[in-house]
């Protein structure tokens, strides 16, 4: 017979764990079907990226002045003659200049009146007197030293009438600051070179 202390002891045989099976992974879930958007729908959502900004136009180039005029060859060649006229042409100088300041000054001509006068009689040792030998050509009398026919103009409708190829403004002296600057303006922007500017470009410097 068996002793009821051994068996009370643990010898009794203890029951094989099962093997422990490995864990059955569950498939991946499978991806949602992207909703896709109707063109009405499509159209009216705003646009996911900004577009980059466009560069501005650039503003039309003003036509620069013309520097020197349109010149006929029959002109230029006055106009080269006349440079030659002033080179050898003489100082007029008004009579008894050298003797009161008041009269010599101003570098204005006038004629010597003089009963006894020995400028009017052409005295050698006197100054020359202005006689009409002494003129330019008369197709290039009044023109600038460039070939120019110079205008004068007070207001912005008479630039307008100006022909930039063969003519040049000249501001009246009598027109302010403000409404000279405006005039100037006008005039660079039809092309119209102006005689005598307030504001000068690099090249008219």
């Given at each position: 017979?068996?002793?009821?202390?051994?068996?009370?002891?643990?010898?009794?045989?203890?029951?094989?764990?099962?093997?422990?099976?490995?864990?059955v992974?569950?498939?991946?879930?499978?991806k949602?079907?992207?909703?896709?958007?109707?063109?009405?729908?499509?159209?009216?959502?705003?646009?996911?990226k900004?577009?980059?900004?466009?560069?501005?136009?650039?503003?039309?180039?003003?036509?620069?002045?013309?520097?020197?005029?349109?010149?006929?060859?029959?002109?230029?060649?006055?106009?080269?003659?006349?440079?030659?006229?002033?080179?050898?042409?003489?100082?007029?100088?008004?009579?008894?200049?050298?003797?009161?300041?008041?009269?010599?000054?101003?570098?204005?001509?006038?004629?010597?009146?003089?009963?006894?006068?020995?400028?009017?009689?052409?005295?050698?040792?006197?100054?020359?007197?202005?006689?009409?030998?002494?003129?330019?050509?008369?197709?290039v009398?009044?023109?600038?030293?460039?070939?120019?026919?110079?205008?004068?103009?007070?207001?912005?409708?008479?630039?307008?009438?100006?022909?930039?190829?063969?003519?040049?403004?000249?501001?009246?002296?009598?027109?302010?600051?403000?409404?000279?600057?405006?005039?100037?303006?006008?005039?660079?922007?039809?092309?119209?070179?102006?005689?005598?500017?307030?504001?000068?470009?690099?090249?008219?410097?």
């Amino acid at each position: 017979m068996t002793d009821p202390k051994d068996a009370a002891s643990g010898d009794a045989e203890e029951p094989v764990a099962a093997p422990a099976t490995p864990p059955v992974e569950s498939p991946p879930a499978a991806k949602k079907p992207r909703a896709t958007r109707s063109p009405a729908r499509k159209a009216a959502a705003p646009a996911a990226k900004e577009e980059p900004p466009k560069p501005k136009a650039k503003a039309p180039k003003e036509t620069p002045p013309p520097r020197r005029p349109k010149l006929s060859p029959e002109l230029a060649r006055l106009l080269s003659y006349r440079r030659g006229q002033d080179a050898h042409r003489p100082l007029f100088v008004r009579q008894a200049a050298h003797r009161y300041w008041r009269i010599g000054r101003g570098g204005a001509w006038r004629k010597p009146r003089g009963l006894q006068s020995k400028q009017r009689r052409h005295y050698g040792y006197r100054p020359t007197v202005v006689s009409i030998g002494f003129r330019s050509p008369r197709l290039v009398r009044g023109r600038t030293p460039t070939g120019f026919r110079p205008i004068l103009v007070e207001t912005v409708p008479e630039i307008a009438r100006i022909d930039p190829a063969h003519e040049a403004a000249i501001i009246a002296r009598t027109v302010g600051t403000q409404k000279r600057l405006v005039l100037e303006e006008a005039a660079r922007k039809r092309g119209i070179h102006v005689l005598n500017p307030i504001t000068k470009d690099a090249r008219e410097t």
